[in-house]
């Protein structure tokens, strides 16, 4: 069942996120503006999840791939497949919290090479 769930929702992409970041990928935590005011990954925008339909003429002409997060992974996985039915190359990157870690190794990995 919870291998069900990941392929719907796109769970389990997190090892894509190094490469994705390398090229330049926006990040889109999908949550409230309550919860994003509490913590988010560093450089992330806030799109609330009900508020998608209208970001999304302006998030497709930036034409770069996008890694979805929020609190648990459900509603970045929807975001992602509503990203990729628009024709956007759109990952879910799962909790806001494992972006933020994949964005800070990241960077230290970018800053010793």
């Known amino acids: ?17 190094p490469e994705m970041l390398a ?13 994003f005011k509490s913590g988010h990954a560093p450089g992330s925008q806030n799109v609330p999840l009900q508020e998608l339909d209208r970001h999304l003429p302006k998030i497709v002409n930036q034409k770069k791939a996008v890694i979805t997060c929020c609190r648990s992974g459900s509603r970045s996985g929807i975001a992602a497949q509503q990203l990729r039915a628009a024709g956007v190359q759109a990952v879910n990157g799962g909790p806001w919290q494992e972006v933020a ?7 230290k990995a970018s800053v010793a090479a």
Request: proline share 0%.
């Open 23 to 35: 090229q330049g990928a926006l990040v889109l935590d999908v949550r409230t503006r309550e919860e």
């Open 1 to 17: 069942m919870l291998s069900f769930l990941k392929k719907l929702f796109g769970g389990g992409e997190s090892n894509k996120l």
């Open 101 to 107: 870690s994949a964005i800070n190794q990241y960077k």
